[in-house]
């Protein structure tokens, strides 16, 4: 027969998985096709309730389980290593971190005093790694996903400890009404040209093959080919569509540039300059000339260690053949299309705001998302997106590998 401590574990085990179920349901929704914004509403209002009002060590289980639901994929990319194992622990180790992060709110049982704490935390980025974005959950909804919006929505979760009759305590939740969305988002705008975005779905596993490197530049070219006759204006391919260091290979170049002649293509490559290796975009114009963008924010864990330098060089060493992290630029590039700017962005930093500076009226964003396949990690990069494309008035154009291409308002 259980115990009262048993019963009350097992209590706050399963108010922690309902909390985390709610507060990540609308990724794996999204992932299925289903988008509905009164169904999300009311699961991201659910969730933070919770969060604001469950027991301490119901909250702990609560931020174990949205570190497993949200991101158990990081680890994926250990699939191709001589360590299978990092796959489950790297899940487990963003499950633990996200348990510690959430339980910052288990400090205070008072719901006001955890609604300070969950705004704050709106603000926190743990080892550079940004996706837990805490107003991600109204992305699809009547709330807004402005701060001020946050803000306003745990106010109203957590005023009704400061109204003392039980009767008029819903009261607090008319608040919400100032939360809703009634104005929209700025309006974001097509760019004037005929854009093709290919969707490649190249396994991992065979992506870095020698034997794949001629189909896949057959496929570029048959791509590049196809769009000219079609009409486009421009070409997008995804990131390192081409597996090798670009800028070393004058042929290809050659090639590239002659296709280039009726078309403006962009695509990911690898550049080696100055014994240094970047991640990089190419842009072929009509002219017959090719200029590169490099990226400005680089993949924790994955193109750089963001630790000290002597664990930076321990992590190398063991699990990265003692292989140096890339190199980022400074600043974002743009490339001028056809006289139309777009700013590029690379995969991940197409989610940081430091892509977004002077809020760019387009973006190219490509992206490889095979890394993470099978996973919910491109409907995630999607739902972000949408939300940096919604709150900097932006249009996103994202080719990328596996899943995830298309128009992005």
């Known amino acids: 027969m259980k115990t009262f401590s048993q019963r009350k574990i097992v209590q706050n085990l399963g108010l922690g998985l309902v909390t985390a179920s709610l507060f990540s349901a609308f990724i794996y929704l999204s992932d299925m096709g289903i988008e509905l914004k009164w169904l999300n509403t009311l699961m991201a209002l659910g969730a933070f309730w919770l969060l604001l009002h469950i027991p301490k060590q119901a909250v702990l289980f609560s931020g174990f389980f949205i570190g497993l639901f949200w991101f158990y994929w990081v680890g994926y990319s250990f699939k191709y290593t ?53 107003s991600l959950p109204f992305v699809e909804s009547y709330i807004g996903i402005y701060k001020w919006q946050l803000a306003v929505v745990l106010f109203a979760l957590s005023a009704d400890e400061f109204i003392p009759k039980k009767r008029y305590k819903p009261l607090a939740l008319a608040a919400l009404l100032f939360a809703i969305n009634w104005q929209g988002y700025p309006p974001r705008e097509d760019a004037p040209l005929k854009i093709k975005l290919v969707e490649t779905h190249i396994d991992q596993s065979q992506k870095w093959k020698h034997s794949m490197l001629l189909p896949t530049v057959e496929m570029v070219f048959k791509e590049i080919t196809d769009a000219t006759q079609e009409g486009y204006d421009l070409i997008v391919f995804p990131e390192s569509v081409l597996p090798l260091f670009l800028n070393k290979n004058k042929k290809l170049l050659e090639e590239l540039q002659l296709l280039s002649s009726d078309i403006d293509i962009v695509l990911g490559a690898l550049l080696y300059e100055n014994g240094h290796n970047f991640n990089v975009a190419y842009h072929f114009d009509k002219e017959g000339h090719y200029e590169i963008a490099k990226k400005v924010v680089l993949v924790p864990f994955g193109e750089y260690i963001p630790l000290p330098d002597f664990a930076r060089k321990m992590i190398n060493d063991a699990f990265f053949e003692g292989g140096n992290d890339f190199l980022a630029a400074k600043e974002p590039t743009d490339f001028t299309i056809e006289g139309v700017k777009f700013r590029v962005a690379i995969c991940y930093e197409a989610t940081t705001d430091a892509l977004y500076v002077n809020n760019p ?35 996103i154009y994202h080719s990328a590998n596996y899943k995830g291409s298309g128009i992005i308002k």
């Open 361 to 395: 009226k387009y973006m190219i964003a490509i992206s490889n998302n095979a890394w993470f396949a099978p996973s919910i990690e491109p409907t995630l990069q999607n739902l972000l997106l949408r939300y940096y494309a919604r709150r900097h008035a932006t249009t």
């Open 82 to 134: 001589d360590m299978p194992l990092g796959v489950p622990l790297v899940a487990l180790a963003f499950a633990f971190a996200y348990m510690l992060i959430f339980g910052i709110l288990a400090l205070s049982e008072r719901a006001w005093v955890r609604a300070i704490l969950l705004f704050g935390l709106s603000y926190v980025v743990i080892l550079d790694f940004n996706w837990m974005q805490l």
